[in-house]
């Protein structure tokens, strides 16, 4: 069965600091892999996309990593600010699979002042 | 959100009662979807067209319906054999091309009082 899980749950961290969010999936054939932010009450918002060749990429303070061997991905963000607060979710898609899109059920991240 | 409005933003309805999700959009993709989230769970799908006059059931389309006589619109309807309808609802759209991103909506609020 296709899965995603995301870790951690919840994550509470002071602004300025970095922190990276793990995604691992067991999702197949790949196709790539997502990162979405959602702000609480709102749609998510897509930060990155990785297919199988790509193994990092990045999008302002976020840079999000894929090792498709160990079928892991991580989401590091820099410098963190009051604004990164929102949930992140990780979204997996197989090959050939048209429609069906896997999700996690997200990290809940919390920056303080 | 880009191009994709979903109204209204906040929705209350009595039991018993059905109800219809607006979902509109001007990217002119195909492939449109309708999403339930829940608390603490990932994003679980209703239902999905990819083209006009077509539609397919996801994984969770009991007690709602949809119709998709447009490109641009894609409405979903809660009805009263849906027996748990409270939830945060988003429409998603999908581009072509190598990624198949979807884009999303954002969002409606429904709860039943």
């Known amino acids: 069965k296709n899965q995603v899980e995301q870790s951690p749950q919840s994550l509470i961290i002071l602004e300025g600091k970095n922190c990276t969010l793990q995604?691992?999936?067991?999702?197949?054939?790949?196709?790539?892999l997502r990162w979405y932010k959602q702000d609480t009450g709102r749609g998510p918002v897509s930060l990155t996309i990785?297919?199988?060749?790509?193994n990092t990429k990045s999008n302002g303070r976020y840079t999000a990593t894929l090792d498709a061997d160990t079928k892991q991905s991580s989401l590091h963000i820099t410098a963190s600010q009051l604004s990164d607060s929102a949930s992140y979710i990780c979204?997996?898609?197989?090959?050939?699979?048209?429609?069906?899109?896997?999700f996690g059920k997200g990290t809940s991240l919390l920056v303080t002042p | 959100d880009g191009g994709i409005t979903q109204s209204p933003k906040y929705l209350f309805r009595k039991e018993g009662q059905n109800v219809t999700l607006s979902c509109e959009q001007n990217?002119?993709?195909?492939?449109m979807y309708w999403y339930r989230q829940d608390p603490g769970q990932g994003l679980r799908l209703i239902y999905y067209?990819?083209?006009?006059?077509?539609?397919q059931k996801g994984d969770i389309a009991e007690g709602y319906s949809v119709s998709r006589e447009k490109k641009e619109s894609f409405p979903l309807t809660v009805t009263s054999a849906q027996k748990n309808p409270t939830a945060f609802y988003l429409c998603?759209?999908?581009?072509?091309?190598?990624?198949?991103?979807?884009?999303f909506g954002p969002g409606t609020r429904l709860t039943v009082l």
């Open positions: 998603a759209t999908r581009a072509g091309g190598p990624y198949n991103e979807q884009f």
């Open positions: 995604c691992n999936y067991t999702v197949s054939p790949f196709s790539n």
């Open positions: 990785m297919t199988f060749s790509e």
């Open positions: 979204v997996v898609s197989a090959e050939n699979s048209g429609y069906a899109l896997n």
């Open positions: 990217l002119n993709h195909d492939a």
């Open positions: 067209s990819q083209i006009v006059n077509d539609f």
